[in-house]
């Protein structure tokens, strides 16, 4: 059976190599949005094979971290892109995946960063959305638009700035997002105590992060669990902030998400 398997995608990489399609992050396109308000947002986009826009698919909103920030449309596809666009992963769970680019001078969330050690993070109950972030939803709206998204099958996914990214995200739009899948990030518990959006979550983090508190994470989990909402999390002992290499390994890590429809 495995012999059968490997054979089986043996073909069809040498397929899709011939037809252009690289199979990592360089598969993604290159384009930039603009917003309502005139904001200019770098993303990179992945369509599935054979894709056809009389169709709708599955959307993954792919959301990176503060050290993938800038302005050349590349770094944010660093960590993830690889995984998104493999050839494995696009045929069991073909889907649009979008992957927008924060500028370097801003955040996707507001929130206070420490200003020096023994200093924590602290996540407002009630900040206005920011500009970037605000972009990442009228670029979602956009594609929604067009008639080619599964509006029951969007899923978020973000690391570090990009997990925060996530559960802001979800908080705002809590009917939106079938699944959330936030990797060391981060959100303030008094909103997420008021949860009662349909989102299902799967929480990673790693044990001795020295960037991002487990403790957000962690305390997340257990008061998105007493909000009755959908939620499992996952902790790696001994692993430091770059969690997402284990989340990103996790056998079930894209198959969890598309188990979930609104």
């Known amino acids: 059976m495995k012999l059968r398997k ?62 993938e920030r800038g302005s050349d449309n590349k770094a944010q596809l660093i960590h993830g892109g690889d995984m998104l666009a493999s050839f494995e992963n696009q045929t069991q769970y073909p889907a649009i995946i979008i992957a927008p680019q924060c500028p370097s ?7 206070t960063r420490p200003s020096k050690d023994g200093e924590k993070r602290y996540f407002p109950p009630s900040a206005p959305i920011t500009a970037s972030l605000n972009a990442v939803i009228e670029l979602l709206d956009s594609y929604i638009d ?31 997002f079938a699944a959330a899948t936030p990797i060391c990030g981060g959100a303030n518990l008094e909103r997420l105590a008021k949860y009662k959006g349909k989102t299902a979550f799967s929480i990673y983090h790693g044990g001795s992060d020295s960037v991002v508190d487990v403790q957000f994470s962690r305390d997340a989990y257990e008061t998105l669990k007493k909000a009755g909402a959908d939620v499992r999390y996952k902790e790696y002992p001994g692993v430091d902030h770059n969690s997402w290499d284990k989340a990103f390994a996790e056998p079930d890590y894209l198959s969890w998400m598309f188990q979930h429809s609104l």
Not at 146 to 172: E, N, P, Q
Request: proline share 4%; charged share 15%.
């Open 6 to 67: 490997g054979i089986f995608f043996l073909f069809l990489s040498l397929f899709l190599s011939a037809t252009g399609y690289a199979g990592d992050k360089d598969s993604f396109l290159k384009k930039q949005f603009t917003s309502r308000n005139g904001y200019a947002l770098n993303y990179r986009i992945l369509y599935p094979e054979n894709y056809s826009p009389d169709r709708q698919y599955p959307v993954i909103l792919f959301l990176h971290g503060a050290g």
């Open 105 to 111: 001078d801003t955040w996707w969330v507001n929130y």
């Open 146 to 176: 067009k008639g080619i998204v599964d509006t029951r099958r969007i899923y978020v996914t973000g690391l570090s700035m990009g997990g925060i990214g996530t559960f802001d995200l979800v908080c705002r739009y809590p009917n939106t």
